[in-house]
């Protein structure tokens, strides 16, 4: 691109939002060039923060004009480099879109804009409607609730409710070529309630920003106990795990449950703990619930001596505080997550425990089931030091060998980023990779979606 | 390269940019930080601060007015270090201040700062005006110049220079009159506190300006100071023991509170108002005073304290700090910290939005007239709330 060129994209840009918004300075184009795990940095052309759809539309006509790519951004959390302009072009910094826009309290349901955040929507309805929660991903706080719905993220109301891509009642959409689309019961001029029975279009869930811009959306809400809490318990035996999950889950008696291990402290080195979520509205029926978990259920394992109940607290930390990228003082870390079937738990643990061990990385596995069983995410976590570049590259190796173990293992990678696009793309069914091809060529004919995401379909 | 002779060197990168440090402990919102949130772009975050300064000191960017301006910017409010969850948080602000400091070494600030400073060091205060009018402002009152009194009333170059601050600084004077403390001001002699200086990262200009006002002090035998500023209190009770410069140091809050206890202020007529009250930085997440204010207020009559929904800990900065009261990199935008903070206050209902810091005074009052909150809410000083409730004013 030529100098008029780029002045020419940056005055249109700034006529669109304003001056204070828009930057292609070396500071603006640094900071964004970069994704917060192991992923090399490439900067944009430029930077741009709008506020309204509207805005949003003709940055994506300009660039549909200009044939320059545009990358969208919310939290910038994936640590996947979802959001790295790989080719350059305009970055669209979503997070000014932070309007709260309805609360239904009668159909339980929040139609948010797109950078509106995991804890302001906590923190808002904890305030404005008590009664209600949704189920939040241990993620930064500052991690959107779009952008966590557009990765198939996951909260901790996952075990009852699932995916929070499947909790969605409605978007509206940017197209790639500028229109604005909305879909669910909202696109009949209704309230945003439902996302059914209107045909399937699943063009943009899993998508890494490469088919469109999600403006608004409406995700459910469900009804928030009065008492919340965890207990904990552990085993030894990695075996064990899918059983007990199995079992927990068949009490439907818990909104989370997580199983864990981690090499620091070094304690707790080979043990599986879990996490086990726990609402009641009264005493008596956290009682119950507890005595049916821990007692009916987990008992055996207690008495027999192969597990222990470690307790049970009350109150979740929301939103959640995590330490994780500071474990090697050096301010990094980055994960595989893969969509995994439950039973393949121990073999997850033993060879990832093998990877860290290879990189000398101390160990952190987590599951957290999906569904009522039906699948569990599990994450691979490797720390590293931002300032020693190879310790950076172990993280990196680390990371590609498990996208290949996930593979290897049978299942699919969470927010894969390009590596492990590329090795999901090449095991694709050939025809559904032609139809994602065709999908991705009607939608965005000049190839300016976040281009390096989803390529050589 | 810079970063190798960098005091933070060793921790610097430990910044995730997780983002904690945007919000309030409440998480209302990602506006806690005032520079992110005037301009809302990831540089002027504080992670982002952090980032740039590594890359610069790295010689991965080059040296700007521009990443100048983001660094000085931060108003060090210390929102961040309270929310940091990492262990490396207490030193977040510091490795800012170290930043500027590797530019002011190398003559590499924004002109606004520049000025500021030479301003200081030339004329005792940061606006450029003369010594010999420091005194002005108490003209015409029966306020003392210090010789042998129990305290040094310092009032600081806002009260002193700046016409609204100035109302302020007399109408304390009446009140520790009217309390019958023996007290004095320095007048033309009372030199800049130096906060701001050393907030800018010129170490070597805030020494001189301690050590001058140290020997001062000392050679009057001063040893308790009541500052109208939670700057100025925070600078002579944490930064000047450093030189050896230690005395009682009070803010005035904490000093009519006492008044109030001990019976010397009689408050019965009150003051029938709904009042919220703002945090001044530098007296709550800087030096933990955030009840002194409070229970003040709630001992006037008729008054009834209304909290803002950040307050004390997660209370937003007025946008003022390390010098931007004067510097100015955060105005001119409803974006602007102080637009944004006054809106909180007019949120609550109350009709009086009490403060306890002359440049959160002057911010506040600007910005309620930027966002023609004129008839809805007024900014007062707490002392002149006081001096009402005495019926002095």
């Known amino acids: 691109m030529g100098d008029d060129e780029m002045k020419t994209i940056y005055q249109a840009l700034v006529d669109i939002v304003d001056s204070e918004h828009v930057s292609n300075r070396p500071e603006e184009l640094y900071i964004y060039s970069f994704d917060l795990g192991t992923a090399e940095p490439h900067p944009p052309n430029y930077v741009v923060a709008p506020r309204t759809t509207q805005q949003i539309q003709e940055i994506v006509r300009l660039a549909n004009r200009e044939k320059v790519p545009v990358v969208p951004l919310g939290g910038g959390l994936s640590l996947a480099g979802l959001a790295i302009p790989l080719k350059g072009g305009i970055l669209i910094d979503l997070k000014r879109m932070d309007s709260i826009l309805e609360v239904n309290e009668k159909s339980r349901y929040a139609v948010l804009e797109c950078g509106v955040s995991q804890a302001q929507l906590t923190s808002y309805l904890s305030r404005h409607h008590p009664d209600l929660t949704h189920s939040e991903p241990g993620a930064p706080p500052t991690a959107t609730i779009a952008g966590n719905v557009l990765i198939h993220g996951q909260g901790d109301l996952a075990q009852p409710y699932g995916f929070n891509s499947d909790q969605v009642n409605g978007l509206e959409i940017v197209l790639p070529t500028g229109e604005v689309c909305r879909f669910g019961s909202c696109a009949l001029g209704v309230s945003w309630f439902t996302n059914h029975p209107l045909p399937d279009i699943g063009l943009f869930f899993g998508w890494c920003g490469t088919t469109g811009i999600v403006t608004k959306l409406s995700i459910r809400l469900y009804p928030a106990r009065k008492i919340r809490g965890f207990g904990q318990f552990v085993v030894d035996d990695e075996n064990l795990v899918p059983e007990i999950i199995g079992k927990i889950t068949r009490t439907q008696m818990a909104e989370d449950i997580i199983a864990y291990s981690r090499a620091i402290p070094p304690f707790g080195m080979g043990l599986q703990h879990f996490t086990v979520n726990i609402g009641a509205d009264s005493e008596k029926e956290l009682e119950f619930k507890q005595e049916l978990i821990w007692d009916d259920t987990l008992g055996e394992y207690i008495t027999s001596g192969v597990g222990g109940y470690l307790g049970f607290t009350r109150g979740l930390e929301r939103p959640q505080i995590s330490k994780t990228s500071d474990y090697k003082k050096g301010g990094g870390f980055e994960y595989v997550g893969s969509i995994m079937p439950i039973e393949k738990y121990p073999e997850c643990y033993r060879r990832g425990r093998e990877i860290s061990e290879r990189h000398h990385i101390p160990y952190t596995v987590t599951g957290r089931c999906v569904g009522v069983g039906h699948s569990m995410m599990f994450a691979w976590t490797y720390a590293f030091n931002r300032a020693d570049p190879r310790s950076i590259q172990h993280s990196r190796d680390a990371l590609h060998e498990t996208d290949d173990l996930v593979m290897e293992l049978g299942g699919v990678i969470w927010k894969p980023g390009t590596y492990g696009q590329r090795i999901v793309r090449d095991r694709l069914d050939p025809n559904t990779r032609a139809l994602m091809r065709r999908i991705k060529d009607a939608l965005d004919p000049a190839g300016i979606m976040n281009p390096g995401n989803w390529e050589g379909l | ?393």
């Open chain 2, 1 to 393: 390269m810079l970063i190798d002779t960098y005091t933070f060197r060793d921790t610097i990168h430990r910044c995730f940019r997780c983002g904690y440090c945007k919000f309030p402990a409440t998480w209302t919102d990602v506006n806690n930080c005032p520079p992110y949130a005037r301009f809302r772009m990831e540089s002027y975050s504080c992670g982002g601060r952090l980032w740039l300064t590594r890359a610069w000191l790295s010689e991965k960017l080059d040296w700007s007015e521009h990443i100048a301006e983001i660094l000085y910017s931060c108003t060090m409010c210390r929102n961040c270090e309270i929310k940091c969850p990492l262990s490396f948080n207490i030193n977040i602000v510091n490795m800012v201040v170290a930043a500027r400091g590797e530019m002011i070494e190398r003559g590499k600030v924004p002109p606004a700062v520049k000025r500021f400073l030479e301003n200081i060091h030339v004329h005792g205060n940061p606006y450029g005006n003369a010594r010999s009018k420091r005194g002005a402002w108490a003209e015409g009152t029966a306020i003392e110049q210090y010789k042998d009194q129990e305290y040094l009333f310092y009032v600081g170059c806002t009260g002193s220079y700046d016409t609204r601050a100035s109302i302020s600084s007399r109408t304390l004077g009446l009140l520790f009159g009217e309390a019958g403390i023996s007290f004095g001001v320095l007048g033309n002699d009372e030199n800049c506190d130096g906060n701001e200086v050393d907030k800018l990262g010129e170490a070597g200009l805030f020494e001189m300006l301690a050590e001058d006002n140290i020997e001062r002090f000392n050679s009057l035998g001063i040893e308790k100071i009541v500052t109208l500023s939670p700057h100025a209190y925070n600078a002579m009770r944490d930064l000047y023991p450093r030189y050896g410069g230690k005395y009682m140091v009070l803010h005035y809050t904490q000093m009519l509170l006492k008044l109030i206890e001990e019976g010397k202020l009689d408050v019965s007529k009150g003051f029938d108002a709904q009042v919220t009250f703002h945090d001044p930085c530098f007296l709550g997440r800087w030096n933990g005073e955030y009840e002194a204010p409070r229970r003040l207020l709630r001992k006037v009559p008729h008054l009834r304290l209304t909290e803002m929904e950040k307050n004390r800990d997660s209370a937003l900065c007025c946008g003022g700090g390390a010098g931007n009261f004067e510097i100015d990199l955060l105005g001119g935008s409803d974006s602007s910290p102080a637009r944004r903070r006054v809106r909180e206050a007019a949120e609550t209902g109350a009709g009086v939005l009490a403060v306890a810091c002359p440049k959160c005074l002057i911010m506040l009052e600007d910005a309620v007239k930027a966002e023609e909150l004129e008839g809805t809410i007024a900014v007062k000083n707490i002392s002149e709330i006081v001096a009402a409730a005495c019926g002095l004013l």
